[in-house]
């Protein structure tokens, strides 16, 4: 049929909104079966080590940790598996991370606990000490955004991906922020 020089086509096929798009294979990624007992245990410990470093107290850090975990564990039964395991659990303890270290600033003063390592001789204990509260001086003088990033990526042990879904920026700025943290870092440590 011909209206006013267009054709009105009658097709068979459904709307596009109604076509399933399939990817070809190359495109498709490849992700392993995961169960929650093993995210976990690889997410646990340094899911523990950044909340510490980020809290600067190891009960807080516990129960920063315990909280995100709970989290992911509820997430998982309700809805299934988040897309990134790793990425869910620790942008919940950055935020949690940050309540706590905000409610106990209210409370006293924040002073840096280090942990006694039991093999470690009183020399290299003390030395190491002094050396953390260096690090812990300059940190404290760099923005809450450069040291949110030195511990996810140093403490958390994160690839430079997932702390990008963490603090919801591309890669390329997660390098570029990072490269400015620790150029300021070590600017600071030098004076």
């Given at each position: 049929?011909?209206?006013?020089?267009?054709?009105?086509?009658?097709?068979?096929?459904?709307?596009?909104?109604?076509?399933?798009?399939?990817?070809p294979?190359?495109?498709?990624?490849?992700?392993?079966?995961?169960?929650?007992?093993?995210?976990?245990?690889?997410?646990?410990?340094?899911?523990?080590?950044?909340?510490?470093?980020?809290?600067?107290?190891r009960?807080?850090?516990?129960d920063?940790?315990?909280?995100?975990?709970?989290?992911?564990?509820?997430?998982?039964?309700?809805?299934?598996p988040?897309?990134?395991?790793?990425?869910?659990?620790?942008?919940?303890?950055?935020?949690r991370?940050?309540?706590?270290?905000?409610?106990?600033?209210?409370l006293?003063?924040?002073?840096?606990?280090?942990?006694?390592?039991?093999?470690?001789?009183?020399?290299?204990?003390?030395?190491?000490?002094?050396?953390?509260?260096?690090?812990?001086?300059?940190?404290?003088?760099?923005?809450?955004?450069?040291?949110?990033?030195?511990?996810?990526?140093?403490?958390?042990?994160?690839?430079?991906?997932?702390?990008?879904?963490?603090?919801?920026?591309?890669?390329?700025?997660?390098?570029?922020?990072?490269?400015?943290?620790?150029?300021?870092?070590?600017?600071?440590?030098?004076?």
């Amino acid at each position: 049929m011909v209206t006013g020089g267009m054709r009105e086509v009658r097709c068979r096929v459904p709307a596009p909104s109604y076509r399933r798009r399939l990817l070809p294979c190359c495109f498709a990624r490849y992700i392993p079966p995961v169960d929650l007992e093993t995210v976990i245990a690889e997410v646990a410990p340094r899911l523990l080590a950044y909340a510490t470093g980020r809290t600067g107290c190891r009960s807080t850090a516990e129960d920063v940790a315990q909280d995100a975990l709970s989290a992911l564990v509820v997430r998982w039964r309700r809805l299934g598996p988040p897309e990134s395991p790793e990425a869910f659990v620790f942008a919940i303890a950055r935020r949690r991370a940050a309540r706590a270290a905000a409610r106990r600033a209210l409370l006293m003063p924040l002073d840096a606990v280090v942990a006694i390592r039991s093999g470690a001789s009183a020399i290299d204990t003390y030395e190491r000490r002094t050396e953390l509260r260096e690090v812990i001086r300059a940190m404290a003088h760099l923005r809450k955004s450069d040291r949110d990033l030195l511990l996810l990526r140093a403490a958390g042990e994160l690839p430079l991906d997932q702390i990008a879904k963490i603090t919801r920026t591309s890669v390329a700025a997660v390098k570029m922020r990072l490269h400015r943290a620790r150029a300021r870092l070590s600017q600071l440590m030098q004076e």
